[in-house]
């Protein structure tokens, strides 16, 4: 039935939760058997990918130095929050904003 509430019984859920010898218990061997059913739908499990150890510098995101901050409401309720190097920056953001707002 596809509306039945209360779906049919899991046997293997059934034997974790007869098994169980304490009350946390269940709750651990539920989490494995969900983490197996989980790595048993990956084409390779995603505990088992290699990943880089160092990724190279040139991936590493350039961060700015963030000193001005200002928050605007161009039109109605819309707010935006502009982060930049300095007073300049934001006063440029906040005209190009503004500007989409006024076509």
């Known amino acids: 039935m596809a509306n039945d509430p209360c779906p049919p019984s899991n046997k293997k859920l059934e034997e974790i939760i007869g098994a169980a010898k304490t009350s946390g218990e269940p709750t651990e061997l539920l989490r494995q058997y969900n983490i197996e059913q989980v790595n048993a739908g990956w084409a390779v499990p995603p505990n088992k990918v290699d990943?880089?150890?160092?990724?190279?510098?040139s991936s590493q995101p350039v961060r700015a130095k963030v000193s001005a901050y200002r928050v605007i409401y161009p039109h109605g309720n819309s707010r935006f929050e502009l982060v930049g190097a300095d007073e300049a920056d934001l006063d440029r953001q906040e005209k190009q904003i503004r500007a989409t707002y006024q076509k």
Do not use: F, G, Q
Not at 51 to 57: H, K
């Open 51 to 57: 990943l880089p150890v160092n990724a190279p510098e």
